[in-house]
């Protein structure tokens, strides 16, 4: 009898699982696409693999949904090769976070919903919180490091991260009434404003500190 101490996809013909569970999660993916929020049951039908055989990788929907959600593992959106100048780094980040979450918004918006109707335990791992953009800005933020303090880049990546991102696309398209293009473009202006509101005040509280 296997060892029920084992994830199931890690015992015997792990290959085959793997391809198995990222059926179901394409065909959720997919689903997702088209504005759906898919069961188990309808991603597996959808993968042409029995209901049954879906719920030995996924227990729920949740667990579906969350690993549906697409996953971005870069570290930084920088080039290899990237500015000195932060409000251009920025930018770049921007615009390619900003790209991913324009192309992924049906996904990041079930996520969204996942996130704010998460089990109080704490045990969904939730895409949505696990902070990922605010890693990406403070690396555009990185030239900043001895004119703005650790914590002052941290509340500024924080700031930006509130302006930019699924959220703020749900808000001003849904209820702003903007175009996706305007949208983004509003964003975008909000996180550069953010930036230079937080390099004056860090020069104004400088100039106040220089012996007169």
Not at 113 to 124: H, I, P, T
Request: aromatic fraction near 4%; proline fraction near 5%; charged fraction near 30%.
């Amino acid at each position: 009898m296997m060892d029920m101490s084992i994830p199931y996809i890690e015992s015997g013909r792990t290959q085959q699982k793997l391809r198995t569970r990222d059926a179901v999660i394409d065909a959720a993916r997919a689903l997702v696409a088209r504005g759906l929020t898919p069961t188990v049951e309808e991603a597996a039908a959808a993968a042409s693999i029995s209901r049954t055989t879906a719920y030995r990788y996924f227990r729920n929907q949740r667990e579906l949904l969350v690993a549906a959600h697409p996953q971005i593992g870069a570290r930084s959106l920088l080039p290899d090769d990237p500015p000195d100048d932060p409000a251009e780094r920025l930018e770049i980040v921007l615009d390619e976070y900003l790209r991913m979450t324009v192309e992924n918004e049906p996904a990041l918006r079930t996520a969204f919903v996942l996130s704010v109707d998460a089990d109080r335990d704490g045990q969904a791992e939730l895409v949505l919180r696990r902070g990922r953009a605010i890693g990406w800005i403070e690396s555009a933020l990185e030239p900043l490091r001895g004119r703005l303090s650790a914590k002052d880049i941290g509340r500024l990546a924080r700031a930006i991260r509130a302006s930019a991102g699924v959220e703020s696309l749900i808000w001003l398209c849904d209820i702003g009434g903007l175009s996706r293009q305007d949208a983004v473009k509003l964003m975008k202006w909000s996180a550069h404003a953010l930036l230079q509101a937080a390099i004056a005040d860090a020069d104004r509280k400088r100039s106040m500190r220089r012996p007169r």
